[in-house]
């Protein structure tokens, strides 16, 4: 069992840049993928980035390619989610996920059995 919880969210001006901290509990934790995804009003949730257990791969949704940088620490039992360059149309809930690899890391919300309580962002123009 894993429980996580989000925190870093808040208001920015477009352009600016937040980091976001996953901080989870459970020792199953370093070996799971781990990956961040927002949803903004109305609209679906999306995957924005996931990494591998070990920290040394990772994969971005397009639109945040170059701009965000999914990273971990697994002696903090922690993720982090650095985003720069903000948009307006990137306000959303954030929420970091924990699920096993099987293999694969992705960006589909099946794989991800734990959720965080998530963090809002706000990007203002």
């Known amino acids: 069992q894993v429980q996580l919880v989000d925190s870093g969210g808040e208001s920015v001006q477009a352009g600016g840049s937040l980091k976001l901290s996953c901080a989870a509990s459970?020792?199953?934790?370093?070996?799971?993928?781990v990956a961040w995804f927002r949803q903004a009003p109305e609209k679906e949730r999306e995957g924005v980035a996931t990494?591998?257990?070990?920290?040394?791969?990772?994969w971005y949704a397009d639109s945040v390619q170059g701009r965000f940088t999914i990273s971990r620490d697994n002696a903090k039992n922690t993720a982090y989610l650095q985003m720069n360059s903000l948009k307006p149309e990137e306000t959303a809930m954030y929420y970091c996920?924990?699920?096993?690899?099987?293999?694969?890391?992705?960006?589909?919300?099946?794989?991800?059995?734990?959720w965080g309580q998530g963090t809002q962002v706000t990007v203002s123009s």
């Open positions: 459970g020792s199953a934790f370093s070996s799971y993928c």
């Open positions: 996920a924990a699920g096993p690899s099987s293999g694969f890391c992705t960006l589909s919300e099946r794989q991800y059995p734990y």
């Open positions: 990494i591998a257990f070990s920290g040394t791969r990772a």
